[in-house]
Structure formats: C-alpha cells, structure tokens
Nanobody
Framework: VQLQACGGGLVQAGGSLRLSCAVS????????MGWFRQAPGKEHEFVAR????????DYADSVKGRFTISRDSAKHSVDLQLNRLKPEDTAVYYC???????????????????WGQGTQVTVSS
C-alpha cells in the first residue's frame, strides 16, 4: 500500500486548506484511513479517521467542528478539509492506513501500518 498526501501550504489564520491522500497498491487491505499531524518538537497527534466501508468518522477534540474528513472509495482517496485554521494547527500532516479491523478507535499511531510522506501546513497569525 502506498499513500501520497498533498494540499498543504501557507494560509492566514481563519483560512482554509484541503488536504488529499491518494491510496494505491493492495487497496482491499486498507480498513481505516487516518490523518495525524506533528508540530515541531511535539509528538504525532491524531486528527481524524474514517472507515472505508461504513464511513464512520471521528475527530480530535481540537479540530471538531473545523475539520472534515471524507473518503472517495471509487477514487481510493481521502480528503481532509481544514477550516477556520489557527496558528496552533501548524504542523506536518500525515495520512495513514490501518489494515486491521481490531484497532478501534484508531486514534493511536501504532494502529496504522502504512504512512504517506507528509504535507506541511503553516498558519500565520
């Protein structure tokens, strides 16, 4: 499984960005798609996740109401819409996929098997 993330950039506080993650390879083994982020000097932080089959979504409290995750099964892609961005959202954002169905709620980095290369999001104040 290979993941390719894109869509990051520089935006002012209050602005929006849309991140995309394309999945290729042995796609049928992918059960859940997640987004994490890592700010400088900090650990990876769970942001959001969605299941391919049931479209069940979950978000970190810090992004609820501002970020929206969506998946397109036909295109094998997962997007993350980032609205009302804040300077504290600045980080490298990673998409990842979990191939196991036993990692609920999939908010831990260790639940995920394959990772994309990351895309930088910078929010200026």
């Amino acid at each position: 499984v290979q993941l390719q993330a894109c869509g990051g950039g520089l935006v002012q506080a209050g602005g929006s960005l849309r991140l995309s993650c394309a999945v290729s390879g042995v796609i049928y083994s992918s059960y859940v798609m997640g987004w994490f982020r890592q700010a400088p000097g900090k650990e990876h932080e769970f942001v959001a996740r969605v299941t391919w089959r049931s479209n069940k979504k979950d978000y970190a409290d810090s992004v609820k109401g501002r970020f929206t995750i969506s998946r397109d099964s036909a295109k094998h892609s997962v997007d993350l819409q980032l609205n009302r961005l804040k300077p504290e959202d600045t980080a490298v954002y990673y998409c990842a996929t979990a191939t196991s169905s036993s990692g609920w709620p999939y908010s831990g980095r260790n639940n995920y098997d394959y990772w994309g290369q990351g895309t930088q999001v910078t929010v200026s104040s």
